[in-house]
């Protein structure tokens, strides 16, 4: 189904084109479009509402072929990759949930339950509702809506498994990178960012430094260009809402001074803002916030300065006349960066390349061929001391290593798909850009 052509000019600028616009992808007119949701497969985008169903793009959102869901039951309301493996979330009525996941494309669907806790008003025919699914390398991490609901499993296991240290601990959101998941969230052992290498067996919890003793986590992100960890939350004493970054895997967090920039618009209820979406690549950070002011645009903050400074960045996004339309999620590719917003259409805008630190110092090399192969080399590069790292569309890490003298990075062992290879000098980013495996 066509919707509209762009030239894909990816013109790699440092950070985002100053006004540019937020543009609609198309796949809905309607006023509180139900049922919406985002995410990332094998390269594509996905998407579903209420008017479509379930579609892919290919060419970052100008076309969108729709994808079967015969046997899905449900409103589907999350879309998450395990890498080899599609899965959806869905949502019956009463609140009851179910899981599905395809390998080919929609031309089967698989439900996956066994495991999962019960419904609490129909626990002998129903599952619980489905809060967040995770999926990374093969394996997935599960919420769901019910007490001390925390499951994980292999998405080849026959079960999910419970997990009782999530479930003492409560987290509030979910990341990961390659095999490690990370969790956001204060209980009785972690003091508010942990991970595990193992599925959940055991955890690791750092200090946490600068995160109240009591808080409640709402978002976290990781930046896959320079490796910084970012949560938001609320100080649960003084009712504080903060952002906070981590530069050594959550030991310490620096705080973000957003007080001066996420001033919410006049509203009913009359509480300061919650980040409810987040999205960060080095000095490009978004923050979502709602006002519950009839008649305005999203409270979209954009800072391009790493965070020292945030402005309003609604350009082209839609007015709601009854309350006030929030960005839900937000998935990266091919240059781009898509917002999910509740009750309307995915929007994009273009996405440039910077890490945390001055841009004028941004090493300005180029990739050749791209895109490419078997292997590519790097221009206008000095290789002495100078670290690669080669990341995927999901933002894990898949080839490291000193760059050699001939600046030539091997690509053959790669899927074909979109890479970033981003360069660091003393531990510290100093470029990245981007590159197409064929």
């Avoid at 669907?109 to 809060?131: C, E, F, I, R, Y």
Wanted: aromatic content about 10%; glycine content about 12%; proline content about 5%.
């Amino acid at each position: 189904m066509k919707k509209f052509i762009t030239p894909l000019l990816l013109l790699v600028a440092l950070g985002v084109a100053k006004g540019q616009a937020w543009e609609p992808v198309g796949l809905t007119t309607a006023y509180n479009e139900p049922w919406t949701a985002l995410g990332l497969h094998q390269g594509a985008l996905y998407a579903h509402n209420a008017t479509l169903g379930l579609v892919k793009s290919t060419d970052n959102g100008d076309n969108w072929t729709p994808i079967s869901t015969a046997g899905v039951v449900g409103n589907i309301h999350l879309i998450t990759s395990t890498g080899s493996r599609l899965y959806v979330a869905s949502t019956m009525s009463g609140g009851t949930g179910d899981i599905y996941w395809t390998d080919n494309d929609g031309g089967a669907w698989h439900s996956d339950t066994v495991g999962m806790p019960p419904h609490v008003l129909w626990p002998q025919t129903n599952k619980a509702g489905v809060n967040q699914l995770h999926g990374f390398n093969g394996k997935l991490a599960l919420d769901a809506d019910n007490a001390d609901a925390y499951y994980v499993k292999n998405e080849t296991d026959a079960s999910w498994t419970h997990v009782p240290w999530l479930a003492a601990n409560d987290p509030g959101a979910f990341s990961s990178h390659g095999d490690t998941l990370f969790t956001a969230g204060g209980g009785t052992e972690s003091h508010g960012f942990a991970y595990t290498t193992d599925l959940g067996n055991t955890w690791t919890t750092p200090d946490c430094n600068g995160i109240p003793q009591w808080h409640a986590i709402g978002l976290l992100d990781r930046d896959p260009t320079n490796g910084r960890w970012y949560l938001s939350g609320t100080d649960v004493t003084t009712q504080e809402r903060f952002v906070k970054y981590s530069t050594d895997q959550g030991a310490s967090w620096t705080s973000i001074n957003t007080a001066p920039y996420l001033v919410h618009e006049p509203g009913i209820w009359g509480f300061a803002h919650a980040v409810g979406a987040m999205f960060t690549r080095g000095n490009t950070i978004w923050l979502s916030c709602q006002n519950q002011h009839m008649g305005t645009r999203p409270d979209l903050f954009l800072s391009t300065d790493g965070g020292q400074t945030f402005a309003k960045d609604t350009v082209g996004l839609p007015e709601d006349p009854y309350a006030t339309f929030a960005v839900y999620n937000f998935v990266e590719l091919n240059g781009y960066v898509f917002a999910q917003f509740s009750g309307t259409d995915v929007y994009r805008k273009q996405l440039g390349t910077t890490s945390i630190q001055d841009l004028s110092s941004l090493a300005q090399f180029s990739v050749a061929p791209n895109p490419a192969s078997d292997q590519v080399r790097l221009l206008n590069i000095d290789p002495a001391g100078t670290e690669f790292r080669v990341v995927n569309a999901l933002g894990a890490t898949v080839g490291q290593g000193r760059l050699p003298m001939d600046r030539t990075i091997h690509l053959g062992g790669l899927e074909p798909g979109v890479y970033h290879i981003s360069l660091l000098k003393g531990g510290k980013p100093v470029g990245v850009q981007r590159v197409v495996k064929v």
